[in-house]
C-alpha cells in the first residue's frame, strides 16, 4: 500500500471563487426547485409552475409564419455566394443590414418618435452581455453605480462581478407607487459618497424590472437633469420597449434627447435586445446604442467578446426590415401581454391580491404583505419558500430584487399557456384561501 | 477579409510614446506623473512643485477644452458621420466632459499594433479580383478561404431541416438555453474534437463549456485562473489577440519566453524557467502558462515530449496551462498532432492544472458563427466558467446548425481531407515561390500561414527596419501580412504571411507583388 502524499491544489483566481455571481440566492434557488420538479400539463400536472422567468412566449406564431413565408431568411438563398460572405464575417462591426435592421425596430417600437444611427448600434451577445460591457467602460473597480430598487436580481452579476463596480441603491417605495424621486436620487449619491465609491452613473431599466411600469417622462427629465449636474452617465436599459401595453405610455429617453436637440447626450446609453419583446433570448441578440462616440469605438472594439452569430445576423435582419411584420407584431403582441395582465390581476384580485399598477413588460408587482407572518425580510422569505414547496409556484420575493419593503412578489404570465396561467391562478387562490381560513381560526 | 479586433500592447509603453493626447501640456505631466508615482518618499521638494504644475496643466487644460467646440477624436477610425440634428452631440459648452473608465480609455485609443493597423488598411482597400484588382490583399487574417466551397454547398442542402426544425418550430430555439452549450452540441463537439486530434483523445461533454468563440474562452479562463496583475508566461512569437484577450479586461500580464530560429522557434524549458525566476525575482505571480498548439504564427507543433516536459514544470510550479488548440485539425505535414489532453492519462499528472480552448473558427472556416469550446478538467474551473459563459453564449440557431454539420460524419470527413489537400497544396507552392524570391520560412507543418524570414531585406536589422519593410507590403506591394514584432518575436525581419485567404491560382500575383518589393529592396541597398 503505497502512501498518499497531498498534492498542493492550484489556485484559482478571487472572480472564479468569489460569490458575486449571486447565483446562490432565493431568485435562482426557485429556478432549480422547478428544475427539479417542472410543472407539466400532461405528464406533471402537479409539478412547480414556473413564474420566475421573464420570458415571452404568447406571440411566437407570429415569428412561425414569418418564417415560414420567408424562408430565405433562414437559407441564404440558392448557393453559397451568400453565405461565403457571412460564414467568415466575424467583424465586430456586425452585418450592416443587421444593424440597420436593429435601428429601424428601435425606432418603430417608439412608436416613429425617434431616429436611430445605425452607426451607433454596437451588437453584443444578449443585453446582459451589453450593460457588463458598458460597465466595464463607464467605471472603474472600486467605483459605483446607481441602480434605483427594486431591481433586477441579474444585475448584482452582469454589473459587479468581473468588472468590480459596485451597486449602490436610490431607494424607491410603495407610497408613491416606487416612483424615482430627485430626493432619492441625491440621496443614493450621498450614500456612495459616505462609502468612498466614485459615482460614475445612474442605470435605469425603463419599463421598469420587477415593477412592470413605464417610468413617466418628467421623471426621465429629472434624473437627466441630475445626471447632468453631477456629470455621470445614464444607462437606460429599455429591454421591455416593446412590451407596453399602449405605445403611448412609454417615453424613451432617446424622445427627451431628441427634444433637447441631443444637448449633453453623450453621456447617454441605451441597452435593448430581441430577448424580451421578440421572445428570442435563445438567439442572444443585444445591441449598445450610445450617443458618446468613443464609448461606441470602445464598446465595438470590446464586443469582441461577445459576438452574435453571423448566421442569426443574416437570419433576422430580413425580418426586422419587413415593416409589415414588425408593425404587426409589436401591435399584436402588446395586445396579447395586456390580455394576460389583465387576466392575472383580475385572478390576483379575487383572490383578494393587490399588484401595482403596471402597464409594461412580462409580469407584476404583487402585494402579498397582508399575508406575512412578519413584516420583515424573514417573513417574506417564508412566505415565499411557502409558496414554492406547498403551492408549487416558483415566483420572484422581492428581497432578490433588493426591495426594501418586504412582501412584495414579481409574477411572470407570459411565459406559459393561458391553461397554465388558470391552473397558477386557482392554486394561488386555494392558498390565500387556506391561510385566511387559518389566521381566522387562530 | 475585414477586422476583427484591436489595440494590444502594454499599457505604460503606450501611455510613454502616444501623441494623441488632446493637448501638448499632458507630455510633460506623464513623465513627470512617472516620477512622481514611482517610488514613494520623494523629496517634498520635488513632490509639491510637481503637484502644482499638474494642477496648473490640468486647469489650463479645462480652459482650452471649453474654448475647443470639436475636440478631435482620438480613434484613427472615421469620425460617425451626424446627421444636422446631432450636430451639438460634442461637448459644446460644457466645462468637463463626462469621463470613462481608465479601461476604456486605453482601449480607445489608436492602435498600435502593426496586426491591427494592417487589417484596418486592408479593409479601407480591399482587394477583389474584379471589382478592385489594385486593392490591398490579405495575407494578414488566418481565415480558412480555401474550402468555404464545401461548406457552402452543405449549408445550402441542409439549413432549413437544421435549424428551425421540419415543422418550423422555432418553440426549441428560441427560449433561453444553458448558457454554457446545448448538450447535443456538446456531445457532436466532442465526437469532432476525437476525429481532429486523434484517436486517444476523448472529452467528455460534462468538461466542456461552449462559448460566442475561442476569443471569450481565452478570456473567461484568464479571468478564472489568475487575478489582476498575475502574469501568464507565453512563448514568443505568439498571436497578438492574446494581448486583448489576456491583458484587457482581466488585467493579466504576458510574460515573453522568448524561442529562437535556432531552435525552429521550439520552446526550451531553460527559457521557461528563466523567465519564471525573473519574474518572481520582480515579484510578479505567475498564475500559468498559455501556449498555441499548432503554434500561431510559427506552424510548428509540440512534441509529446515537450508536453511532458511543460506539464512537469507546471507541476513544479503549482501553475496551469492553457493551450490553445484551434488549429489542431489545420495539419499538412508528415508530424502527427498531439494534444495535451492525449498525454493526460498517467495517475500523476494533476489533470486540475490543464485547460484546452478549441473553436470551429479554423479548421470548420466557420469564424462568423462564434464557436469556441473550453476543455476543462478542473471541476471548479468549469463551475466558474459555466457561470462567465451567459457574458459570450452561442446563438441557438447556429448551435442547432452546426451540431447538424458536425454530425454529418461523411461530410466531415469528406471536408478534412479535402481541406488537407487544399492547405498543403497552397502552402507548398507558396513557400516553394518565396524560396525562389530568396525568402526562407520556418519549418511548418500546421496552420494557415508560412513564417517568412525576411531579415536579409530589412535595413538596419531591427525592429524599425522590420516596420519600415512592413510599411514597403503594404503600400508598394499592396498586401498585409504580420510583422514579427506585433507577435513579441525577439529576432527582428520575420513576418506571417496567411496564404489560406487565396487562392492557388492568385499566388502568382501574390509572389509578382511580393518581388516588386525584395527588388526595391535589393536596389536600394
Same mark, same amino acid.
Given at each position: 500500500m503505497?502512501?498518499?502524499?497531498?498534492?498542493?491544489c492550484?489556485?484559482?483566481?478571487?472572480v472564479?471563487?468569489?460569490?458575486?455571481?449571486?447565483e446562490?440566492?432565493?431568485?435562482?434557488?426557485?429556478?432549480?426547485?422547478?428544475?427539479?420538479?417542472?410543472?407539466?400539463?400532461?405528464?406533471?400536472?402537479?409539478?412547480?409552475?414556473?413564474?420566475?422567468?421573464?420570458?415571452?412566449?404568447?406571440?411566437?406564431?407570429?415569428?412561425?409564419?414569418?418564417?415560414?413565408?420567408?424562408?430565405?431568411?433562414s437559407?441564404?438563398?440558392?448557393?453559397?455566394?451568400?453565405?461565403?460572405?457571412?460564414?467568415?464575417?466575424?467583424d465586430?462591426?456586425?452585418?450592416?443590414?443587421?444593424?440597420?435592421?436593429?435601428?429601424?425596430?428601435?425606432?418603430?417600437?417608439?412608436?416613429?418618435?425617434?431616429?436611430?444611427?445605425?452607426?451607433?448600434v454596437?451588437?453584443t451577445?444578449?443585453?446582459?452581455?451589453?450593460?457588463?460591457? =458598458?460597465?466595464?467602460?463607464?467605471?472603474?473597480?472600486?467605483?459605483?453605480?446607481?441602480?434605483?430598487?427594486?431591481?433586477?436580481?441579474?444585475?448584482?452579476?452582469?454589473?459587479?462581478?468581473?468588472?468590480?463596480?459596485?451597486?449602490?441603491?436610490?431607494?424607491?417605495d410603495?407610497?408613491?407607487?416606487?416612483?424615482?424621486?430627485?430626493?432619492?436620487?441625491e440621496?443614493?449619491?450621498?450614500?456612495?459618497?459616505?462609502?468612498?465609491?466614485?459615482?460614475?452613473?445612474? =442605470?435605469?431599466?425603463?419599463?421598469?424590472?420587477?415593477?412592470?411600469?413605464?417610468?413617466?417622462?418628467?421623471?426621465?427629465e429629472?434624473? =437627466?437633469?441630475f445626471?447632468?449636474?453631477?456629470?455621470?452617465?445614464?444607462?437606460?436599459?429599455?429591454?421591455?420597449?416593446?412590451s407596453?401595453?399602449?405605445?403611448?405610455?412609454?417615453?424613451?429617453?432617446?424622445?427627451i434627447?431628441?427634444g433637447?436637440?441631443?444637448?449633453?447626450?453623450?453621456?447617454?446609453?441605451?441597452?435593448?435586445?430581441?430577448?424580451?419583446?421578440l421572445?428570442?433570448p435563445?438567439?442572444?441578440?443585444?445591441t449598445?446604442?450610445?450617443?458618446?462616440?468613443?464609448?461606441v469605438t470602445?464598446?465595438?472594439?470590446?464586443?469582441?467578446?461577445?459576438?452574435?452569430?453571423?448566421?442569426?445576423?443574416?437570419?433576422?435582419?430580413?425580418?426586422?426590415?419587413?415593416?409589415k411584420?414588425?408593425?404587426?407584431y409589436?401591435?399584436?403582441?402588446?395586445e396579447?401581454l395586456?390580455?394576460?395582465?389583465?387576466?392575472?390581476?383580475?385572478?390576483?384580485r379575487?383572490?383578494?391580491?393587490?399588484?401595482?399598477?403596471?402597464?409594461?413588460?412580462?409580469?407584476?408587482?404583487?402585494?402579498?404583505?397582508?399575508?406575512?407572518?412578519?413584516?420583515?425580510?424573514?417573513?417574506?422569505?417564508?412566505?415565499?419558500?411557502?409558496?414554492?414547496?406547498?403551492?408549487?409556484?416558483?415566483i420572484?420575493?422581492?428581497?432578490?430584487?433588493?426591495?426594501s419593503?418586504?412582501?412584495?412578489?414579481?409574477?411572470?404570465?407570459?411565459n406559459?399557456?393561458?391553461?397554465?396561467?388558470?391552473?397558477a391562478?386557482q392554486?394561488?387562490?386555494?392558498?390565500?384561501?387556506?391561510?385566511?381560513?387559518?389566521?381566522?381560526?387562530? | 477579409?475585414?477586422?476583427?479586433?484591436?489595440?494590444?500592447?502594454?499599457?505604460?509603453?503606450?501611455?510613454?510614446?502616444?501623441?494623441?493626447?488632446?493637448?501638448?501640456?499632458?507630455?510633460?505631466?506623464?513623465?513627470?506623473?512617472?516620477?512622481?508615482?514611482?517610488?514613494?518618499?520623494?523629496l517634498?521638494?520635488?513632490?509639491?512643485?510637481?503637484?502644482?504644475?499638474y494642477?496648473?496643466?490640468?486647469?489650463?487644460?479645462?480652459?482650452r477644452?471649453?474654448?475647443?467646440?470639436?475636440p478631435?477624436?482620438?480613434?484613427?477610425?472615421?469620425?460617425l458621420?451626424r446627421?444636422?440634428?446631432?450636430?451639438n452631440?460634442?461637448?459644446?459648452?460644457?466645462?468637463?466632459?463626462?469621463?470613462?473608465?481608465?479601461?476604456?480609455?486605453?482601449?480607445?485609443?489608436p492602435d498600435?499594433?502593426?496586426?491591427?493597423?494592417g487589417?484596418?488598411?486592408v479593409?479601407?482597400d480591399?482587394?477583389?479580383?474584379?471589382?478592385?484588382?489594385?486593392?490591398?490583399i490579405q495575407?494578414?487574417?488566418?481565415?480558412?478561404?480555401?474550402?468555404?466551397?464545401?461548406?457552402?454547398?452543405?449549408?445550402?442542402?441542409?439549413?432549413?431541416?437544421?435549424?428551425?426544425?421540419?415543422?418550423?418550430?422555432?418553440?426549441?430555439?428560441?427560449?433561453y438555453?444553458?448558457?454554457?452549450?446545448l448538450?447535443?452540441?456538446?456531445?457532436?463537439?466532442?465526437?469532432?474534437?476525437?476525429?481532429?486530434?486523434?484517436?486517444?483523445?476523448?472529452?467528455?461533454?460534462?468538461?466542456?463549456?461552449?462559448?460566442?468563440?475561442?476569443?471569450?474562452?481565452?478570456?473567461?479562463?484568464?479571468?478564472?485562473l489568475?487575478?489582476?496583475?498575475?502574469?501568464?508566461?507565453?512563448?514568443?512569437?505568439?498571436?497578438?489577440?492574446?494581448?486583448?484577450?489576456?491583458?484587457?479586461?482581466?488585467?493579466?500580464?504576458?510574460?515573453?519566453?522568448?524561442?529562437?530560429?535556432?531552435?525552429?522557434?521550439?520552446?526550451?524549458i531553460?527559457?521557461?524557467?528563466?523567465?519564471y525566476s525573473?519574474?518572481?525575482?520582480?515579484?510578479?505571480?505567475?498564475?500559468?502558462?498559455?501556449?498555441?498548439?499548432?503554434?500561431n504564427?510559427?506552424?510548428?507543433?509540440?512534441?509529446?515530449?515537450?508536453?511532458?516536459?511543460?506539464?512537469?514544470?507546471?507541476?513544479?510550479k503549482?501553475?496551469h496551462?492553457?493551450a490553445?488548440?484551434?488549429?489542431?485539425?489545420?495539419?499538412?505535414?508528415?508530424?502527427?498532432?498531439?494534444?495535451?489532453?492525449?498525454?493526460l492519462?498517467?495517475?500523476?499528472?494533476?489533470?486540475?492544472?490543464?485547460?484546452?480552448?478549441?473553436?470551429?473558427?479554423?479548421?470548420?472556416?466557420?469564424?462568423?458563427?462564434?464557436v469556441?469550446?473550453?476543455?476543462?478538467?478542473?471541476?471548479?474551473?468549469?463551475?466558474?466558467a459555466?457561470k462567465?459563459?451567459?457574458?459570450?453564449?452561442?446563438?441557438?440557431?447556429?448551435?442547432?446548425?452546426?451540431?447538424?454539420?458536425?454530425?454529418?460524419?461523411?461530410?466531415?470527413?469528406?471536408?478534412?481531407?479535402?481541406?488537407?489537400?487544399?492547405?498543403?497544396?497552397?502552402?507548398?507552392?507558396?513557400?516553394?515561390?518565396?524560396?525562389?524570391?530568396?525568402?526562407?520560412?520556418?519549418?511548418?507543418?500546421?496552420?494557415?500561414?508560412?513564417?517568412?524570414?525576411?531579415?536579409?531585406?530589412?535595413?538596419?536589422?531591427?525592429?524599425?527596419?522590420e516596420?519600415e519593410?512592413?510599411?514597403?507590403?503594404?503600400?508598394?506591394?499592396?498586401?498585409?501580412?504580420?510583422?514579427?514584432?506585433?507577435?513579441?518575436?525577439?529576432?527582428?525581419?520575420?513576418?506571417?504571411?496567411?496564404?489560406?485567404?487565396?487562392t492557388?491560382?492568385?499566388?502568382?500575383?501574390?509572389?509578382?507583388?511580393?518581388?516588386r518589393?525584395?527588388?526595391?529592396?535589393?536596389?536600394?541597398?
Open positions: 503505497g502512501i498518499e502524499i497531498e498534492q498542493p492550484v489556485e484559482l483566481s478571487n472564479a471563487v468569489s460569490e458575486t455571481h449571486g446562490d440566492s432565493p431568485y435562482f434557488a426557485g429556478w432549480k426547485a422547478y428544475d427539479e420538479n417542472p410543472y407539466d400539463e400532461l405528464s406533471n400536472p402537479s409539478g412547480v409552475i414556473q413564474m420566475g422567468l421573464a420570458e415571452n412566449q404568447v406571440s411566437f406564431d407570429l415569428l412561425e409564419k414569418y418564417l415560414e413565408e420567408h424562408p430565405e431568411a437559407t441564404w438563398g440558392k448557393g453559397a455566394p451568400g453565405f461565403r460572405e457571412n460564414a467568415l464575417f466575424q465586430y462591426h456586425g452585418l450592416k443590414t443587421f444593424r440597420t435592421a436593429m435601428a429601424t425596430f428601435m425606432e418603430k417600437v417608439r412608436g416613429g418618435r425617434v431616429k436611430f444611427d445605425p452607426q451607433r454596437v451588437l451577445a444578449g443585453a446582459t452581455a451589453a450593460n457588463e460591457l =458598458l460597465t466595464f467602460i463607464l467605471a472603474n473597480p472600486g467605483d459605483a453605480l446607481l441602480v434605483p430598487t427594486p431591481y433586477y436580481p441579474g444585475f448584482d452579476r452582469d454589473l459587479r462581478w468581473r468588472t468590480g463596480v459596485n451597486i449602490v441603491p436610490i431607494h424607491c410603495s407610497l408613491n407607487n416606487f416612483q424615482i424621486t430627485p430626493e432619492a436620487l440621496c443614493a449619491y450621498k450614500d456612495a459618497e459616505a462609502m468612498n465609491f466614485k459615482v460614475r452613473g445612474v =442605470l435605469i431599466t425603463n419599463p421598469s424590472n420587477p415593477l412592470g411600469i413605464t417610468i413617466p417622462r418628467s421623471v426621465l429629472e434624473i =437627466l437633469d445626471v447632468t449636474r453631477k456629470n455621470i452617465h445614464l444607462v437606460s436599459d429599455e429591454i421591455y420597449s416593446g407596453v401595453f399602449s405605445s403611448s405610455e412609454f417615453t424613451s429617453v432617446a424622445e434627447l431628441e433637447r436637440e441631443y444637448k449633453n447626450a453623450e453621456r447617454v446609453h441605451i441597452v435593448y435586445s430581441l430577448s424580451k419583446d421572445g428570442l435563445g438567439f442572444r441578440v443585444g449598445i446604442y450610445s450617443y458618446n462616440d468613443k464609448v470602445t464598446a465595438r472594439r470590446m464586443s469582441s467578446f461577445t459576438l452574435i452569430s453571423s448566421q442569426t445576423q443574416h437570419l433576422l435582419a430580413s425580418m426586422l426590415s419587413d415593416e411584420f414588425t408593425e404587426n409589436i401591435e399584436t403582441n402588446r396579447r395586456r390580455k394576460r395582465y389583465e387576466m392575472i390581476i383580475e385572478g390576483l379575487s383572490a383578494g391580491i393587490e399588484c401595482l399598477k403596471g402597464n409594461a413588460g412580462l409580469f407584476c408587482w404583487m402585494n402579498m404583505s397582508p399575508l406575512l407572518e412578519k413584516p420583515t425580510r424573514e417573513g417574506e422569505l417564508k412566505l415565499w419558500n411557502a409558496i414554492l414547496h406547498q403551492v408549487k409556484l416558483n420572484s420575493p422581492g428581497s432578490s430584487c433588493h426591495s419593503e418586504p412582501g412584495w412578489f414579481r409574477v411572470c404570465f407570459a406559459m399557456t393561458e391553461h397554465t396561467l388558470e391552473i391562478l392554486r394561488i387562490r386555494h392558498f390565500v384561501e387556506r391561510i385566511r381560513t387559518q389566521t381566522e381560526s387562530v | 477579409m475585414t477586422q476583427t479586433r484591436k489595440p494590444s500592447s502594454k499599457p505604460e509603453a503606450r501611455e510613454a510614446q502616444n501623441p494623441s493626447f488632446s493637448s501638448s501640456g499632458m507630455k510633460l505631466i506623464v513623465p513627470l506623473q512617472g516620477v512622481v508615482q514611482g517610488r514613494g518618499g520623494l517634498l521638494g520635488t513632490l509639491v512643485p510637481c503637484a502644482l504644475f494642477f496648473l496643466q490640468l486647469y489650463l487644460k479645462r480652459r477644452s471649453t474654448a475647443n467646440c470639436n478631435p477624436s482620438p480613434s484613427s477610425e472615421p469620425t458621420p446627421t444636422s440634428s446631432r450636430s452631440l460634442s461637448a459644446r459648452g460644457s466645462i468637463s466632459r463626462v469621463r470613462i473608465s481608465r479601461l476604456a480609455t486605453q482601449i480607445s485609443r498600435e499594433s502593426l496586426y491591427y493597423v487589417l484596418d488598411r479593409s479601407r480591399p482587394y477583389h479580383a474584379l471589382d478592385n484588382p489594385d486593392g490591398v495575407l494578414g487574417l488566418a481565415d480558412n478561404k480555401l474550402c468555404l466551397d464545401l461548406i457552402g454547398e452543405w449549408v445550402a442542402r441542409n439549413l432549413e431541416d437544421s435549424v428551425v426544425g421540419t415543422g418550423l418550430n422555432i418553440n426549441g430555439i428560441a427560449p438555453q444553458t448558457y454554457d452549450g448538450m447535443e452540441l456538446k456531445m457532436a463537439l466532442s465526437d469532432f474534437m476525437h476525429q481532429v486530434m486523434g484517436e486517444s483523445v476523448k472529452f467528455d461533454p460534462s468538461n466542456m463549456v461552449l462559448t460566442a468563440g475561442a476569443t471569450p474562452a481565452i478570456e473567461i479562463l484568464s479571468f478564472c489568475a487575478d489582476q496583475g498575475n502574469a501568464f508566461l507565453v512563448p514568443t512569437p505568439y498571436y497578438p489577440g492574446f494581448d486583448r484577450d489576456v491583458r484587457w479586461r482581466p488585467g493579466v500580464d504576458l510574460i515573453p519566453v522568448h524561442c529562437r530560429s535556432a531552435d525552429n522557434f521550439n520552446l526550451n531553460t527559457a521557461l524557467e528563466q523567465a525573473q519574474a518572481r525575482k520582480r515579484g510578479v505571480k505567475v498564475r500559468g502558462i498559455l501556449i498555441s498548439n499548432p503554434s504564427p510559427v506552424g510548428n507543433i509540440m512534441t509529446q515530449d515537450m508536453l511532458y516536459s511543460l506539464l512537469d514544470f507546471a507541476e513544479e503549482n501553475i496551462i492553457i490553445d488548440e484551434v488549429f489542431a485539425g489545420s495539419t499538412y505535414g508528415s508530424e502527427k498532432f498531439v494534444s495535451l489532453a492525449e498525454i492519462d498517467s495517475d500523476y499528472i494533476d489533470k486540475s492544472r490543464v485547460h484546452i480552448v478549441y473553436g470551429l473558427s479554423k479548421d470548420l472556416s466557420l469564424a462568423g458563427f462564434r469556441g469550446v473550453i476543455c476543462s478538467f478542473n471541476d471548479s474551473v468549469l463551475a466558474a459555466k462567465l459563459s451567459r457574458f459570450s453564449s452561442i446563438s441557438a440557431p447556429t448551435q442547432r446548425l452546426v451540431t447538424s454539420m458536425l454530425s454529418d460524419k461523411r461530410f466531415i470527413r469528406e471536408y478534412f481531407e479535402t481541406n488537407r489537400k487544399r492547405i498543403q497544396q497552397v502552402h507548398d507552392e507558396f513557400v516553394d515561390c518565396l524560396s525562389k524570391l530568396g525568402i526562407k520560412c520556418a519549418k511548418s507543418c500546421a496552420g494557415m500561414y508560412c513564417w517568412a524570414d525576411m531579415n536579409g531585406l530589412i535595413r538596419p536589422y531591427s525592429e524599425k527596419g516596420i519593410l512592413w510599411e514597403k507590403f503594404l503600400s508598394i506591394a499592396k498586401i498585409n501580412i504580420t510583422p514579427g514584432s506585433s507577435c513579441h518575436c525577439i529576432e527582428p525581419g520575420w513576418f506571417r504571411i496567411c496564404f489560406t485567404t487565396i492557388l491560382e492568385e499566388i502568382p500575383l501574390v509572389i509578382e507583388r511580393i518581388r518589393v525584395v527588388e526595391s529592396c535589393k536596389s536600394s541597398s
